[in-house]
């Protein structure tokens, strides 16, 4: 004898939400508990609700994006910088370096936290799934 099982159907889950949420780095279901649990470790399960995350697939996506981001807003004003006011290399190293990493640092997990968002929003990689 078989059984079957029936499989529930995805909740609604909006997708604006879960984004913004991941990028304050909270819980996409609950929007209460701490997504990461050290700078790009996603926890397990959401300490508020108990929501699985465990399911996430971010692998580079996150980096990815960072540098499209950073690469867009610096480039631009790095150029702008030049032109008006014609620092010395050395200080246009310094400067463009520093915010480079400082910028990336900052959205790094940010990002992370809103490509985890999505896959939870549309199911992907087991999200949703029974069980």
């Known amino acids: 004898m078989t059984q079957s099982y029936k499989q529930t159907p ?5 997708m604006k939400n879960a984004m913004l949420r ?9 929007g209460e ?10 926890v397990d399960r959401c300490p508020a609700c108990a929501e699985d995350l465990s399911q996430h697939r971010a692998d580079d996506g996150p980096a990815y994006l960072t540098i499209l981001i950073v690469g867009h807003l610096l480039a631009p004003l790095m150029i702008w ?7 010395s290399a050395m200080t246009m190293a310094i400067l463009f370096s520093v915010s480079t990493v400082a910028l990336s640092l900052y959205l790094l997990p940010r990002l992370k936290g809103v490509v985890v968002g999505i896959q939870w929003s549309k199911g992907m990689h ?3 799934q029974p069980g």
Do not use: A, W
């Not at 995805?10 to 909006?14: I, K, N, P």
């Not at 991941?22 to 609950?30: D, E, L, S, T, V």
């Not at 508990?33 to 996603?42: E, I, K, N, W």
């Open 10 to 14: 995805l909740q609604d889950r909006e």
């Open 22 to 30: 991941g990028f304050k780095r909270i819980c996409p279901n609950c």
């Open 33 to 42: 508990g701490d997504m990461f649990d050290s700078y790009l470790h996603v």
């Open 81 to 87: 910088v030049f032109t008006e006011f014609r620092p």
């Open 126 to 128: 087991g999200f949703g």
